[in-house]
């Protein structure tokens, strides 16, 4: 995997809206080293869907030896906690302030985690997928 192979953002989204039926459910997990919008779920195209951004950024400035998967370990974990207190069926909202708790406990808050969905669509609308 380099930068050539890669979509950016705007491809990206636009290769997901031309390949999914409007009814399909979409959630965009990412965990970065840099704070760019690479999914921006405020244009025209996504009004209308059920559409979600998910989004780790760790601070530019990070030793080199911290960088990365925070996000994606934040997520794991509290994946983990709603299972061992029993909720099955939860929603992305639910998983998002759960995950902003373990990132805050377990790793200090060492990244930023920030959620988007498209117009008019609540965090708790949508039911997580994963479990």
């Given amino acids: 995997v380099s930068s050539s192979t890669l979509l950016p953002g705007d491809e990206l989204a636009s290769a997901v809206i031309e390949g999914t039926h409007p009814e399909t459910r979409v959630i965009f997990l990412m965990d970065t080293c840099h704070s760019e919008v690479l999914v921006d779920l405020r244009r025209g195209a996504w009004d209308g869907r059920e559409a979600i951004v998910i989004t780790g950024t760790q601070d530019p400035f990070a030793k080199d030896e911290d960088r990365g998967s925070i996000f994606t370990h934040a997520m794991l974990l509290a994946i983990d906690k709603l299972s061992k207190v029993g909720r099955d069926n939860y929603s992305v909202g639910m998983l998002f302030n759960a995950l902003l708790l373990e990132d ?3 790793f200090g808050s060492a990244q930023d985690v920030t959620i988007q969905t498209a117009p008019r669509l609540p ?9």
């Fill in 123 to 131: 965090t708790d609308a949508m039911a997580w997928p994963l479990v």
């Fill in 104 to 106: 805050e406990l377990v």
